[in-house]
């Protein structure tokens, strides 16, 4: 059997699996990513070595996905707003250090394409991944093929403006659909929203205290029933809608596959979305009904995709 290793390198974890042709995970390791890029290559250099001993089989190649601007040619993140990454040689170090073929894409581009080939993105020719964490990440498939851009960098669709007088960004910008409609945007209307009398269960879902309420509060609180938390939930989905009709407007796919941490929410955020998106899509009545899916492959798709893209690529 061949196996490759795929590797997310996530805002909180690292993940790294070692996976067979078909995508199939057989084993996988997690860490939390380190504070510094410099630290971030060691960890995943241990992380790697972890893996690598522990497979059966030989190691064909190392898929990674990495949050930012990733030049794929090169092997290096050239920049990544939440992370403080700023050129950092990932393939030069990892293909030196295990000596195996080595590949760097975009996360969620790796994301996109593990739904797109095995996932809830199969049979769609034309589709948009969305993945919904601390940020808000893109992979784009169009005619059954991956699209990167000139640079590697496209859809890096969190940082396109849906409020040029919201909040300021990592990026520098203010009003990024990442500020309004990510678990960190949820994060922020929740503690707004705990800090007022009527938020009284999101607080109470966060043992009280005003700090540590987060978005997973505000989850707790629906799950319990709160109104004020079920309406913050409409809110963000509303929010992800709006971001979901520019890219419909603009591209016009078939399927928007929704993932990261946030589609643990479910209906109670795609159906939201769904709404505003035919409110604000040009000519709704028109035109076939975009579908909004939630991504099947969970929090490893992104060691799926990574490990299928350097696989695909031997
Ligand atoms: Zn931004």
Redesign the pocket.
């Known amino acids: 059997m061949t196996v490759c290793v795929g590797v997310d390198i996530g805002g909180t974890k690292m993940r790294a699996g070692l996976v067979d042709r078909a995508g199939r995970i057989i084993d996988i390791k997690v860490a939390s990513t380190p504070p510094s890029p410099e630290a971030v290559l060691g960890g995943l250099v241990e992380l790697l070595a972890e893996v690598l001993e522990n497979s059966e089989s030989p190691v064909e190649g190392i898929g990674i996905g990495a949050a930012g601007l990733v030049d794929v040619r090169a092997g290096v993140v050239r920049y990544a707003?939440n992370l403080s990454y700023r050129d950092v040689p990932i393939v030069d170090v990892v293909s030196r250090k295990f000596g195996v073929a080595t590949t760097l894409d975009n996360d969620a581009t790796c994301a996109g394409y593990a739904e797109f080939r095995i996932g809830s993105g199969q049979g769609a020719e034309d589709m948009i991944m969305v993945t919904l964490g601390t940020g808000i990440g893109g992979g784009f498939i169009f005619g059954g093929h991956l699209y990167r851009g000139s640079q590697g960098f496209a859809a890096e669709i969190?940082?396109m403006v849906i409020d040029p007088s919201g909040p300021r960004?990592?990026?520098g910008?203010v009003g990024?659909w990442?500020?309004l409609a990510s678990g960190t945007a949820l994060g922020e209307m929740a503690r707004e929203a705990a800090a007022l009398p009527g938020g009284a269960r999101i607080l109470a879902a966060a043992d009280g205290q005003l700090e540590r309420v987060r978005g997973e509060s505000v989850m707790r609180a629906a799950d319990e029933g709160d109104p004020v938390a079920k309406n913050l939930i409409e809110e963000l989905g509303r929010n992800v809608g709006v971001g979901l009709a520019n890219l419909a407007n603009i591209l016009d796919p078939e399927r928007f596959v929704v993932g990261g941490g946030l589609i643990r929410l479910g209906e109670a955020l795609l159906a939201p979305a769904r709404a505003e998106l035919l409110e604000k899509i040009e000519g709704a009545g028109y035109r076939p009904e975009v579908e909004v899916v939630a991504a099947e492959l969970g929090d490893d798709a992104g060691v799926i995709g990574a490990a299928l893209m350097v696989s695909s690529a031997l």
């Open positions: 707003p969190g940082h960004c990592g990026c910008q990024c990442e500020r």
